[in-house]
């Protein structure tokens, strides 16, 4: 086997590797965190949208004399039970994050990664360029006469030499 | 020209036209991928046979080695099997790495070309058309 072609395919099973490791990997601190916050900021909006809005019923008497129930919020109730976990967390904001924060936080194991698709973009695009790479070698030694096997799983676009 | 008139096409213009879209160095390389794997097949194909072969060579001297055993009326007979199984052993050993070798290649360029020809199906486009023409053309 070529050196060259030696060196280029344990350099892209190297960032292979890499690959399927940063794929398999959770959000870092920051990126949980951020998460959090914005399920946390999605069930406030759900609160004020369908909980709280309805509120302005209370400003008048029940509809139905002796009755303490307003139909507007108990319909909301009734029908929608993600209102009720919206305003339970809405009145919790800061418990729910640090509780949530923590619980995921275990479950994320030590293989985390701030910025999965930047970090995986990158990788693909290193690859991919030793693959071309490792095509103009296979090209040049068939030229030369030498058989050189192409791997099974070499790109495609590489070898045909279109934009990754 | 209007869609009817393009439609009605004979076939072999439509094909040339859709082909004519490829770069040619593009349909050099398919060409000699497909080349490429078919001998490697074939290659491994005999490998396989001659393998396949042996070992049912192998498996009729063991029998009929164990019946001349058994019948104890041919230990000469016995004898012969018994050293043509060895060689045909020495030939299988060296014959099986070859053999997986080729096998080995054979499906890495199996799949090697399979996957060029999707992505230049996917890349030129033309639907189930550009199927028939590659297929009309071998490649496949």
Known sequence: ????????????????????????????????????????????????????TQGFELAHEPKYPGSSLWPGLREVLKH?????????????????????FQAVKAGAGDNQVADKASALQALR?????????EEAEICKLEEQGVEVFRRGDMDPRAILGLPA | ?????HLARPPE????????????????????????????RGQSRILSDQRYEIIMRIKTLQNQMESSLRSREDQVAADGCKAEIAVLEVRLGALEPRSDKA???ATAAGRVAEAVLKTLHQEVGGGS??????????WR
């Open chain 2, 103 to 105: 096998a080995e290649q």
């Open chain 1, 80 to 100: 929608d039970p993600e209102v009720a976990l919206a305003v339970t967390v809405y009145l919790n904001q800061e418990a729910v994050k640090e509780r949530l």
């Open chain 1, 1 to 52: 086997m070529n050196a060259r072609i030696e060196k280029l395919r344990a350099r892209i099973a190297r960032i292979k590797a890499e690959e399927q490791r940063v794929d398999a990997a959770t959000l870092d601190d920051t990126g949980i965190g951020r998460q959090v916050d914005q399920w946390v900021t999605k069930q406030v909006t759900i609160a004020e949208d369908k909980f709280f």
């Open chain 2, 13 to 40: 213009i439509r094909r040339d036209e859709l082909i004519g879209k490829i770069d040619p160095a593009i349909v050099a390389k398919v060409n000699r991928l497909l080349a490429q794997r078919d001998q490697l």
């Open chain 2, 1 to 5: 020209m209007t869609a009817v008139n």
């Open chain 2, 129 to 138: 058309v550009m199927q028939e023409i590659f297929d009309s053309i071998g």
């Open chain 1, 125 to 133: 695009a290193e690859r991919y360029q030793l693959e071309c790479d």
